[in-house]
């Protein structure tokens, strides 16, 4: 597909825009850019007010960069990330389906990430915010390839928004569209890589009493005990029935990252540290220490859909100033802070 001219309305985006207009209230001018990225790969930049940008990799639907108003880099993408098939882009958001890690036969993770989307031009109606100016609309079919190893047709609708307030979304549509009667189940996550100042320093809120399967103990179930978590060794938990809001606290970035998340139960929180780093090709030896993985998944209960069915799930992130002191912090009321609400 041709690149629209950098910094104009995407012509198909606007036109899939005004086609949807009589049924809904939709942004009239979304803005994208297609270019090209690493190894020639195309991305599509969204650029917000303020300055406020994000990028997405039309390999994998995956987001690889989310920038604030300073033009700081929120999401982190490891320097020895390889852009190159099969492999999966290490960092930013990766789309974990139809198989979140090994709970499956296939491959870890799925295929959903190591597939090249394509631009939705004419996407059916999704309601949004009208404030929203810039978004993309990316699909996936499943290719005859596809098919032999997870045999079942699907339609999967990725919308990635960028707010006013420089705040992320990526809502999922999932489509049953096999036509001989079979229902399919899946599991799935946003496996989202957060850039922080260094992990000693990080709090996760949100997930303290909850119950979790631990992967590094045999997907065993545990009670996390205590307070906020915090990291000093290795971590690959999936926690159950997780709240719709996370806060991770980035102690020396003066930094707090909220997570809101809808039609996935589970999160999971991830950080290889040092010896599993040094055992990953596409990832740098140190770079455990300025990363860090909360992932709005849905795994431990699968997602059935039913012929003709559609699942959502979304995932909105918003990064705010934290002057955070120990125990004090309640995300919901400091992220409508600093929105001004
Ligand atoms: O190396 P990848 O296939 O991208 O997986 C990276 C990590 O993803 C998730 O967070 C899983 O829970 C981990 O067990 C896995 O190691």
Redesign the pocket.
Known sequence: MAAPPPSSPSPPAAAAAAATQQTQPQPQTPFYELVKGNSGLEKVLLRGTRGFSAEVYLYGAQVTSWKNDHAEELLFVSSKAIFKPPK?IRGGIPICFPQF?THGNLE??GFARNRLWTIDDNPPPLPVNPAIKSFVDLILRPSDEDLKIWPHSFEFRLRVALGPNGDLSLTSRIRNTNTDGRSFSYTFAY?TYFSVSDISEVRVEGLETMDYLD?LKGKERFTEQGDAIVFESEI?KVYLAAPSKIAIIDHEKKRTFVLTKEGLPDA?V?N?WDKKAKAMQDFGDGEYKHML?V?PAAVEKPITLKPGEEWKGRLALSAVPSSYCSGQLDPLKEHLIALNI
């Open positions: 999966a890690g870890q993770h496996h992967n690959d999971v991830w290889p993985c992932e």
